[in-house]
């Protein structure tokens, strides 16, 4: 299987602080399904946003689809970034758009034609559960429907990665099997998944999946499963480091 994104000493800094994220190595394989922990403030939404482009590295090399990103020419980051689908923590929903059009958004914006976006569209809209809700805007929803409109809208395209951030954390426990039955048949498709959670139960009903854990802003490896490049094993965290 070939390596879709790999970190090698990647370090983040927001500002003149210290760094938010350190010496993170991993590569991650295509059509795999992985799972990211930590506590509250480890870095997660951190990690996140460097694989989907949000933010770059302060150091080190990342790598998607084999290519640098930092080196990325700006002109190709838009052909990148509709390759990965985004389930932001927030939603971020298109306010004046419906359910329907936020989530056609990633099919239209791929260029296709009306004729072959309202079957996906409405068939997305049942699975998760929005049949009903096709007209309506985004503040007139409640935060576990918002959440399911942005999971629809992520997988729509059938991207090649899959990032998302708590995506079951506003839902009830049916609805989170029923979303993670979603990312499964994605992932069954090929897509590469990469979840952050808090959820352990959900983690537990993915068999296949790996798991990451951020601690303080390094990534240690609680299951000794994940494949890193050689000589970029994350060392052990030590205790009481700040
Ligand atoms: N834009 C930013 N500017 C400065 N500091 C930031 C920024 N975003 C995050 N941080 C800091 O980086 C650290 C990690 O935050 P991050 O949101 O990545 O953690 P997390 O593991 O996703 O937390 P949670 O589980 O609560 O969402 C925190 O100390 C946070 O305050």
């Known amino acids: 299987m070939s390596t879709i994104i790999q970190f090698e000493n990647v370090g983040l800094r927001y500002g003149p602080g210290a760094e ?11 059509g795999g399904f992985y799972f990211l922990t930590g506590t509250s403030g480890a870095g997660k939404t ?12 302060s150091r080190g090399v990342l790598r998607l689809f084999g290519e640098d990103v930092v080196m990325l020419h700006r002109s190709r980051l838009p052909g990148f970034r509709r390759r990965i689908g985004v389930v932001f ?12 059009d936020n989530i056609a958004l990633p099919l239209r914006v791929a260029g296709l034609g009306e004729d072959r976006i309202a079957e996906p569209v409405r068939e997305m ?12 805007r985004p503040a007139t929803l409640s935060g576990g429907e918002q959440q399911r409109v942005a999971i629809a809208r992520a997988v729509i395209g059938r991207p090649d ?7 079951t954390g506003n839902v009830d426990p049916d609805m989170a099997q029923r979303l993670i039955g979603l990312f ?11 979840i952050a959670t808090h959820d352990l139960p959900l983690i537990s009903t993915i068999a296949h999946a790996q798991m990451m854990r951020l601690d303080k802003g ?25």
Do not use: C
């Not at 938010?20 to 295509?30: A, C, E, G, Q």
């Not at 951190?46 to 590295?57: D, H, I």
């Not at 499964?184 to 990469?194: F, Q």
């Open 184 to 194: 499964e048949a994605l992932n069954r498709l090929g897509t590469t998944i990469v």
């Open 218 to 242: 390094r990534l240690i490896d609680p299951t000794g499963s994940l494949r890193y490049p050689p000589g970029h094993a994350p060392a052990p965290v030590e205790e009481g480091r700040a």
């Open 125 to 136: 809209m049942e699975w998760v559960g929005l049949g009903d809700r096709a007209d309506a």
């Open 89 to 100: 923590q927030d939603f971020r929903l298109v306010p004046h758009l419906s359910t329907y």
């Open 161 to 167: 990665i899959l990032v998302a951030d708590e995506p």
């Open 20 to 30: 938010t994220l350190s010496d993170i190595s991993f590569s991650l394989v295509t």
């Open 46 to 57: 951190s990690l996140l946003k460097l694989l989907y482009l949000a933010q770059r590295p």
